[in-house]
């Protein structure tokens, strides 16, 4: 038994990858790694990586994490620049007994140090991009953040071991500094490979103000599918923060578990990747349902080619 689930559209050729990799009876950790790093490689990914779009200040700062589900091991970078794989530097970390969340210049140090490749993240596409951004807001007085889509990884091995990775660029036109939930243990991630794993993706503000991914695991762990958990962790805690908070913006969460049986439940429009020994890797689409449910159908070819269509347009 072996399985996968990943985080958006943009996933699905590094889940593509990775199931080879399962398949072969690869390591989980190996695979959590190869399936973000082609998110990260990939320039028309905007927020992820190489071509992710900038702070306020045209930096890419990037966060990653990665947890083994076998001894709890957790490595994670928050504002790392210049560096083409954060995934692969907070893997290594996780071996670190102290040490192993690093931040900032500290991260990137570290990364150059331990011979990581450096590498310059602003795309020509994602600083015009910016650029245009920047124009908006001194023209029209708008909104400056748009665009928070994490990617996120669980993998379940064939020796029943089980991982958990994400890499973000974060919130385009984030303030200098600022981290979301993505690194954070229990809010962007958890696994236990005796229990399964969740990833989450959104607006981070909002998922660290609910530790919805290790509440998943922990509802796993109770006996709940990973669908009943999602379902009952994302839609309790959006009911929760819009009654106490005012608002909540958008999260989506994927699990699973040590039988390689997944969930996913969101707030918005989600489209996500999964492939296991029993399931042709595929896309999906999720929605909010009625009664605090989800609505998972196949993704659409005409949905593809205006995707394609959409992250290639001329800026």
């Not at 199931?19 to 950790?29: H, T």
């Not at 029209?140 to 089980?162: C, E, F, I, K, R």
């Not at 042709?280 to 993704?299: F, K, L």
């Not at 070819?301 to 992250?311: G, K, V």
Request: hydrophobic fraction near 40%; include cysteine.
């Amino acid at each position: 038994m072996w399985g996968m689930i990943a985080t958006w559209r943009m996933a699905h050729d590094g889940v593509l990858a990775a199931k080879e990799l399962l398949e072969g009876q690869a390591s989980c950790k190996d695979a959590v790694e190869t399936a973000i790093k082609a998110v990260e490689d990939y320039p028309f990914y905007k927020s992820v990586g190489y071509g992710g779009l900038p702070n306020e200040r045209g930096i890419v700062e990037m966060d990653a994490a990665f947890m083994d589900g076998e001894t709890f091991k957790i490595g994670a970078v928050a504002g790392i620049t210049d560096v083409a794989n954060p995934i692969s530097v907070a893997r290594q970390l996780s071996d670190e007994k102290f040490n192993s969340f690093r931040v900032g210049q500290g991260a990137t140090e570290y990364a150059m140090l331990a011979g990581f490749e450096r590498k310059n993240m602003l795309t020509d596409r994602a600083k015009k991009i910016w650029e245009k951004r920047l124009a908006e807001i001194a023209a029209s007085n708008l909104d400056p953040y748009d665009g928070h889509d994490t990617v996120g990884v669980v993998a379940l091995d064939t020796q029943q071991q089980m991982a958990v990775g994400t890499s973000s660029s974060g919130l385009f036109m984030k303030k200098q500094g600022r981290v979301g939930d993505s690194p954070l243990s229990g809010s962007g991630f958890y696994v236990d490979s005796t229990i399964g794993g969740a990833a989450a993706t959104g607006l981070g503000e909002d998922l660290m103000k609910g530790c919805l991914s290790y509440e998943i695991v922990r509802l796993m762990g109770e006996g709940l599918s990973p669908q009943a958990a999602c379902d009952r962790a994302v839609y309790g805690f959006e009911e929760r923060l819009r009654k106490r908070y005012g608002k909540a913006g958008a999260f989506s969460l994927i699990a699973l578990d040590k039988n390689g049986v997944w969930g996913v439940a969101t707030n918005v429009e989600f489209t996500f990747s999964v492939a296991t020994a029993d399931q042709e890797a595929a896309i999906y689409m999720a929605n909010p349902g009625p009664d605090q449910t989800t609505v998972i159908t196949p993704i659409t070819q005409e949905w593809l080619d205006a995707y394609e269509a959409r992250i290639k347009a001329p800026v």
